[in-house]
């Protein structure tokens, strides 16, 4: 039943904070999430063995090599799981990665495009067709993969610019998934990751990295490591590989030098999106805990004088 | 009687094939088929959805009912879209263009309304977390307690402040920290209370398809009293 | 009359207009091209604007191409990009398909110079060139227009590799005429991100003449001066007879079909010819033989048969990897290192037999040296270790053109140890048809179990007595739905019903569907206002059907309208707003959320507990429970929302089916225990019985 406060009078700060409304809940968290995103502090981020293994199995690839990306996700859940796609795509550029875009959500095409659009002003050299393409949305779900697992041109005859894929250099030794050395599959729901793994990259015997909100992960466990090579579940392990990458660009450019190394991360940390949300994520639980603090000292209180009376 | 007796045919030939399929190779790919049937069916039924959209707020408009100003701007934005996608407004290819081309009116749509508009409303669930903790994270009793704590731990892991506040493992070495505690409550208990819930939700599942596949559950297709 | 010309002036004014484009653009390019050549100026800043690129070097004209020159310094790269060449070219080398190891395939496609330099660089002109196209600067963006009547030729240079891996000196080999005639481009840039749309960025130029690639974009020519097993290099140049520019790199090589043969250091991408055909006539195969037999022993016991449990067109093929093959056993990075391995690849070849002989072999694909990790695991207790290879490509039962018999084909397997050039042949196998099975025996197990749940469920259902008592635990959440209907009816607020966001394919939706008839029939007993708003339109047709026939049962058809049941959108989160929106305009007093549900439960949750509203929740998306438990006052989980139709009916029949479920459960509590108990025993003890009893139990269900 609902707790609200209408008919309680409001008669001392004790009252005030145990029917606290919940707007001023509300505010709290507002402000802890605006004010971190406004201000960019950098929090230090260390990475989990299952970021790292995920980083280890993009970062093994050597150049040349062949990468399926879905993208299955829209506009709601873009917070969450755009840093991942940022970081993938980008680490993907950096390495001469050649990458194959799909996507089994109507909107997934469009997050694509605004990926690659804001990575290409990083890497103005990387060329359509030559070492990227982007072969758009199909619907049907896992009925897509079962079908992209023997033959691409049979669901993809073009690819969303309405090129045939026989005039794309980069699909010219590609017949399907199973031509592909690893996939990485972005998920916030159905059809996602689990479909991925059951239906696409098991039965080809492809490696399988993803990432999907913090949520959905749990289910995703039981596949790791057999049959799901890595994982980024939601928003910090989002950020840790952002660390992660970051740390292998600035020891590229900086070799041993630790200030010139810490100095070039914090550079890079206000490009990372996962890192700048984190801080608002890590303030915001702060807030979260305290209010649970308080509803819990307020109702210890209220049953000591309960007993009593 | 074969207004309940042909819906009953076809559900019962359709689940028997799906099911088979499964088992017998030869019939392997007909599963699939009748699944993308289903997505052909589901797209006539947009018209009849669109249809009592319209209507609805045509009604409300007409009527000059309480809030019939929204009603306007549902049917404004449901035309527009519709007009604009349809005809491919703005796109630099025309009509051979990709319906979300750079630079069209689509495209402007998805970019400045409906991007902002879904971002906002998955929003709110950081306030509504907020607020729903507040209210349900209550030590009542002894497992509501385990719960309280649990949510302590997944709250102060999943952010740098867990690495920070466990001083008892150096913050660059691994070790059992509040972070690996959090990933151990998510991966053991949380993980086995999931799977246990989903091995009951599959024999759910294998029950009620079988009841609608052999007929036995029939009030789907209106009373079951004859 | 009036009114008619009035209408029709503009609209020849308009048809006028459309017609003077074309005449209008190629005015308007004609002039600009003249101006841009005849200028000095002008072409200088063409110059200066061109981009550099990593596949572009422009050298002076020289007689000889230097042996194995190095790669361009960026000032040398500066000095000579005002050469201009506009043009470079996308290289592929593999080895020639279908021969017996004798030539070398080169594919180019030429690309324009890369125009989306233009990225990032606001100071492009609204009118101006970029490096030889004239651009103008439209209301969407910039558009960049040319027309070409340079004489191009592509030159072919090639260099033998020493036993060192480098090239030797380049010698022309062929120059092919490209271009040629006059050829107009357009294409578009957006105006924020500079990106070409369209058409895309790519160039076509093609052969002159009747020499026709087999796609129109590729071109190519066939090296058959070549075949004596050693590598080559190749680099190409397009050249307009002054100015030349040479590629510096090509795409990935293809040498057969074994891409981690390519040496990727290799920036000019050596290539050897490999075999994709073995003659079967004798004395081609001895040629053959004396030219590309390798030292190293040959795979042995090669067997094929029809891979079984499939829909047909697959065949088996097995057989023991070559005695020389030294990384059947797992060896260490230092030992793999300091003891190459001889055997690289193992290719695998058809030929399909009729009537007894054989035609050439084809090359279908290949397989690394050593055990993968499935053939190590899936042989784990084995001595003798094979590798094998599935052939989906055989073909199907087809009928004979001349006698109009059906027939499977037959064919047969030779597999080849390979070094990357030269092979070692096994002796062929018997040949092989594929077939289909009629039943999928790697399911078997998965079959088994599933026959005795549907069995029980079945059974119980059939078989359980009316009258007898069945003890079904108290499902608190539907015990209250009776009270929260009577609760909204006594307050005079409508009752929310909302059946999930999947569409009826999801057996949630039709749980839903199936509990809101239930729920229809005593709201309409009451008298009380439902509303179901709905995600989908199927699910809205079904509810509708759905609620009628009950308000028809309840024997109130005057209280039913179709504006119970209502679409609002498919949208996840614009349906959550609507939803929202009901919710606080017409507060009802009861919301009852069944179905599946994804990030918009707890938006709905609290928002129904902030108009205080009584809730009840039911979902099978374990990920969402949470939210539901959290914020609403009963909960559904997971099979209890499939429970709660038969649970509702209170009919012995259906509430048999619970019980069948029960079943199910029983199996999976001893199959995880069991599982358990093998694991642990199998781990702790070096039993090789124990270890293969639970590798048996673990694969019982791998092939779902």
Known sequence: MADTPETTKKTGWYQKVRDIDRRIIFLFIALAVIIPLLLQPSFPEFPAQLVKDTFAEMDKLPEGSKILMAFDYDPASEPELQPMATVWTRHAFENKLKIYIV??????????????????????????????????????GQGVINVILTDFAKMYPTDVYNKPLSQIPIMKDVKSIKDMDLIINISAGFPGLKEWV????????????????????????????????????????????????????????????????????????????????????????????????IGNITFFIDRRRERKG | MLRRTLPLLITFAVGFVLVISKFIPKVETLGEDFSIYFDIIAVFAFILGGGNLVKIHGNKIYRRSEGWGYSLVCIIGFFATLTIGLFKFGNPLGWTGNVVAEGSAFKGIYDFIFKPLGATMFALLAFYVASASYRAFRAKNAEATVLLIAAFVILLGRTFIGKMVSFWVPIDQAGPDIPSFAEWIMNVPNLAGQRAIMIGIALGIVSTSLKLILGIERSYLGADTE | MKQNVARAVPLLALGLLLLSFPAQAHGLNAAWHALVSQNPEMKAAAMEQTPETELLSIFPVVDEPEAAPALPSPQELASV?????????????????????????????????????????????????????????????????????????????????????????????????????????????????????????????????????????????????????????????????????YCYRSMPIQTGLNRYEYKRSYKFGPASPAVNLIPADPSAMSDFKSRLMASFAPPTEITARDNPSDSGGAILIEWLPSADDLDVEIRSAEQKRTHPNPVTSYRIFRAETRNGSAGDYILIGSKSAGLDKNEREAQRFETIKKKNYIDDGAGRMRRD????????????????????????????????????????????????????????????????????KLFIRKIAGLEAVDEAIGRATEMGRPILFIPGIMDMNDVQTVSAVIILGRIAKTIAEYDTKLMVPTSKSLVMTTGRETVKEAYLAAGRPDAYNDDIVTYLTDEQFGYVAGVNGIMVREKPATCLFLGAFF???????????????????????????????????????????????????????????????????????IAILSGAVLATVAQLSSSVTMQKIFAFFENMFSAI
């Open chain 1, 103 to 140: 996507a089994l959500w109507p909107l997934g095409q469009n997050m694509a495009e605004d990926t690659l659009n804001e990575l290409l002003k990083e890497y103005p050299d990387r060329k359509y067709g030559v070492d990227y393409v982007n072969l758009g949305f199909k619907s049907g």
């Open chain 3, 599 to 669: 990030a918009e439960s707890l938006i709905l949750a609290e928002t129904g507990n902030s108009i205080g509203a009584i809730q009840i929740a039911g979902t099978a998306m374990p990920s969402q429970l949470p939210f539901f438990i959290a914020a609403c006052d009963y909960t559904l989980i997971g099979e209890e929302l499939f429970a709660a139709s038969a649970y509702l009916s209170n009919d012995p029949h259906q509430l048999g089916s619970l019980k069948g479920q029960d079943v199910g459960k029983l199996i999976a509590i």
């Open chain 3, 81 to 245: 990009s005002a050469a201009g060449i506009p043009l470079f070219p996308v290289v592929e080398i593999a080895d020639n398909p279908g021969d017996a190891g004798k030539a070398v395939l080169i594919r180019w496609m030429l690309f324009e110079t890369s125009p989306v330099k233009l990225r990032g660089k606001e100071s492009v002109p609204d009118t101006g060139t970029f490096n030889g196209w004239a651009l103008t600067k439209g209301e969407d963006g910039y558009k960049a227009q040319r027309e070409d009547r340079t004489q191009w030729s592509v030159k072919i240079l090639r260099a033998q590799l020493g036993v060192d891996g480098l090239p030797g000196p380049f010698v022309e080999i062929e120059e092919v005429l490209v271009g040629g005639a006059v050829h107009k481009e357009e294409i578009r840039f957006n105006k924020d991100t500079k990106n070409v749309f369209w058409p895309d960025r790519n160039l076509r130029y093609n052969t002159p003449g009747e020499r026709m690639a087999r796609n129109r974009f590729w071109q190519e020519h066939v090296d058959a001066d070549v075949g004596d097993g050693a590598s080559y290099a190749y680099r190409l140049a397009v050249t307009d007879g002054e100015r030349i520019a």
């Open chain 3, 401 to 468: 053109p001349e006698t109009g018999e059906k027939y499977v084909p037959q064919y047969s397997y030779l597999v080849t140890a390979s070094d990357g050039v030269l092979l070692s042949l096994g002796q062929p196998s018997t040949p092989a048809g594929a077939r289909t099975q009629w039943f999928d025996f790697d399911k078997l197990y998965f079959f088994i179990v599933a026959f005795i749940i549907s069995a029980a469920i079945i059974w119980f259902i059939q078989h359980i007595k009316a009258g007898k």
């Open chain 1, 198 to 293: 059951q239906f696409g990259a098991d039965p080809a015997g492809v490696r399988i990295i993803g990432g999907s909100t913090a949520v959905q992960a749990p289910l995703l466990y039981p596949y790791i490591p057999n049959q799901l090579h890595g994982l980024l579940g939601g928003l910090k392990a989002a950020a840790e590989y952002e660390e992660l990458a970051d740390r292998k660009l600035c020891g590229m450019k900086c070799g041993q030098d630790a200030e010139c190394i810490d100095s070039c991360i914090k550079e890079y940390a206000k490009r990372d999106k996962g890192k700048v949300r984190m801080g608002a994520q890590a303030i915001a639980h702060m807030v979260i805990m305290a209010f649970i603090i």
